[in-house]
């Protein structure tokens, strides 16, 4: 199955609820003042922000300028808009090697497999990758990544538990170097947003990541629960208060219908979605197309 059937497939639930939600206001017809609002409340039900549901409904009505149109060019409509708003994130290069991409988010999350699934991505490319165990904090994290590591058929550099989170990292970008690695990915503990001391040994694993390079990570990707919807807006702010964040991974969107959040978390906060999963296997977490994306969210 190829990457675009895989984000129409993965993206189903939340395709069939929009579709559903929005030909019980509207069938054929000219769009009203009471329609727009009507399919306003239909979006917001999506997990779509008020204000990036307003802008595709502005662009739909610019479209429609009076005509009759029916259900599916409506969504056809809202899917092109959707395409305006939502941002690619640029491949990663390999300009400095090795290129070092950090993974942050809170527990449950899939920040380990994702990085496991992202090394496989990386790996089946014939990029040499390695994984850095850093959530030094959560029993069996280590192992855990381990097992990934072994199933993604890359290296891993891993110290005991309760060891420094930073001194992990630190040795795995030595490691990465004297290796010829081209990808070093870095997980980290899981961890409250709201937790300043954890917040803040994150903040000293990238300060002395830069005692190597002043310009690691080069990213620094935050994972997030598909099914947490818009409530992971929170998330987002308290984590790039400790890191620069460059992207999003969104994960586990096969299983909600709240997929129309990624609309909002990248449009309204300017940082690119660069995965997404879609389901438990090692190739079910794909580079984010916005066109593949507002067509498995709007499409027939």
């Given at each position: ?100 991409i950090m993974f942050v988010g809170v527990n449950?999350?899939?920040?380990t497999t994702s990085i496991a699934k992202v ?86 694993l990238v300060r002395v990541l830069r005692k ?89």
């Amino acid at each position: 199955m190829g990457f675009f059937d895989k984000i129409i497939q993965g993206l189903s639930r939340t395709r069939q609820t929009v579709s559903r939600e929005i030909q019980a206001v509207f069938g054929k017809g000219k769009l009203t003042d009471e329609t727009i609002e009507a399919l306003e409340e239909k979006l917001l039900a999506a997990d779509i922000g008020w204000d990036t549901a307003h802008l595709i409904l502005e662009g739909v009505r610019k479209r429609a300028r009076g005509q009759e149109i029916d259900h599916s060019q409506l969504l056809a409509w809202m899917a092109e808009e959707a395409k305006v708003l939502l941002q690619t994130s640029p491949p990663s290069n390999f300009d400095s090697k090795p290129h070092v991409i950090m993974f942050v988010g809170v527990n449950g999350a899939g920040k380990t497999t994702s990085i496991a699934k992202v090394a496989h991505q990386f790996s089946s490319q014939g990029k040499k990758v390695l994984l850095a165990a850093c959530d030094t904090f959560r029993a069996g994290a280590i192992s855990q990544l381990d097992v990934w590591a072994t199933r993604a058929g890359v290296e891993i550099v891993k110290h005991q538990e309760g060891t420094d989170a930073a001194s992990v990292a630190y040795d795995a970008y030595a490691a990465a170097k004297a290796r010829g690695c081209d990808l070093l990915l870095i997980d980290t503990a899981g961890r409250l947003h709201t937790k300043d001391n954890l917040m803040e040994e994150l903040r000293k694993l990238v300060r002395v990541l830069r005692k190597h390079d002043a310009s690691l990570p080069h990213e620094t990707l935050l994972v997030i629960d598909g099914n947490t919807g818009q409530n992971a807006l929170p998330q987002f702010k308290g984590f790039g208060v400790a890191a620069t964040l460059t992207g999003l991974v969104v994960t586990k969107l096969d299983g909600t219908a709240k997929g129309g959040a990624v609309l909002t978390l990248t449009h309204e906060f300017g940082v690119p979605v660069s995965w997404i999963g879609v389901g438990e296997g090692l190739d079910d977490l794909i580079p984010f197309d916005p066109v593949s994306y507002a067509q498995g969210l709007f499409g027939p």
